[in-house]
Each structure stands twice: as C-alpha cells, then as structure tokens.
C-alpha cells in the first residue's frame, strides 16, 4: 500500500485511475459484464498512460527508457479493486542512464557542475565533475566526522520529472481515453 502523503510530503503525485466513484458495493451489483468491462478497460489505460509516462520522461530529461521504465509500476484493477494506479520508484536514476552536462563553477578548473533537462530548460542537480580528472564521474563532497569526504554520486530522482508530465491536462486526457476504452470493451462484452 502506499504511503500518504503529508502537506509537505516529498513523495511524487501518483496517477489514480478510477472506475467507479461509488462503493466496492455499487462496483459487486453491477452486471459481471460490465464488471469485465471496466476492470480490462482500467488496466489498458494504466498500461498506455504508463508507457505513453515513460516516453514522456525518457525525451523530456533525455534519460534511457529502461531506467525509467523499471522505475513505473502499475497496480492494476481486479474485481476485489475497481481502481487502478501509477506509482514512481523514488530510487535514484544512476548518471550513466542521463545525458548531462558540465559547466565550470570555479576559478581553479577543477569543479563543475551537472545540468541535466527538465521542461525544456537546463536544471542544475546535485553533485560535480573534476573536468581534469580522468574518467569525469560525478561526485558529491560529505563530512563524516571532521572530515571532507568525496564519493561517487548516486544520480538523479525522476520526481521533478514526473510531477512536470503528471497534471491536469494529463488527467483529463486519462479520463476521456479510460471513457472510450470502456464502452469500447463495453460494447465487445454485450456482443459475445
């Protein structure tokens, strides 16, 4: 199950897809061909809206679609559950998967900062690059006791990302697609 968020929770907005606003109840009494209907209708809208999620993303941050892909679950819609719902890992995405760039942040040359994109526009993350090292990994400096510490960077989150792609016009996009699924499958249910 998962966590609620709180008013300043930093969990990414999920995506509910919701069948039926009434009860479980209201859901049992209906016909079990509209039953099959809606359940089959909901998990091939979590299914597109997730896929269509993970292209957004991948071209948005310019990021592998397999990272984000394993990154998106579904839960999908059963008969004991008329709903079905997105939820984003918020794991780290490691910098290999991004395609991000360097700009010197200092006078001496030897740290620069990551800028990946996010919208459309450069978004500095946490972390630096020695532009004079050899292998050029991101590094984040931490203190452990009095001590300056430097350690290979973890990556990014896909959160900013999600919650830029997840809003209204995505909603309503869901809501008139899951409407035409439904009496698509709907109509193919009375037929047989």
């Known amino acids: 199950m998962p966590r609620k968020r709180g008013r300043n929770s930093r969990l990414p907005n999920g995506v509910t897809i919701d069948g039926l ?7 049992k009494a209906l016909p079990a061909a509209t039953r099959r209907a809606m359940t089959t209708a909901l998990n091939e809208q ?7 999620l993970i292209d957004d ?6 990021v592998r679609k397999t ?3 394993s990154r998106i679950t579904v839960e999908k819609a059963n008969k004991d559950q008329p709903s079905a719902s997105l939820t984003l890992s918020r794991s780290p995405v490691p910098f290999k998967s991004w395609q991000y760039s360097t700009e010197m942040e200092d006078s001496t040359g ?10 459309g526009q450069r978004m500095r993350v946490y ?3 020695n532009p004079k090292g050899r292998g050029k990994t991101p590094l984040v400096r931490y203190r452990k006791g009095s001590q300056q510490r430097l350690r290979r960077a973890s ?13 209204g016009e995505l909603r309503t996009r869901i809501a008139f697609d899951l409407q035409q699924r439904f009496l698509a499958r709907l109509a193919k249910e009375r037929a047989t």
Do not use: C, Y
Not at 46 to 52: L, W
Not at 110 to 119: C, D, H, L, N, Y
Not at 155 to 167: A, P
């Open 57 to 62: 993303i991948s071209a948005d941050g310019q």
């Open 67 to 69: 990272a984000v892909r």
């Open 127 to 129: 972390g630096f690059v």
């Open 46 to 52: 979590a299914s597109a809206t997730r896929s269509q």
């Open 21 to 27: 606003s009434e009860s479980l109840k209201a859901f």
């Open 155 to 167: 990556g990014w989150t896909l959160k900013n990302h999600w919650n830029h792609q997840v809003n």
């Open 110 to 119: 030897t740290r620069a900062s990551i800028w990946i994109r996010k919208g």
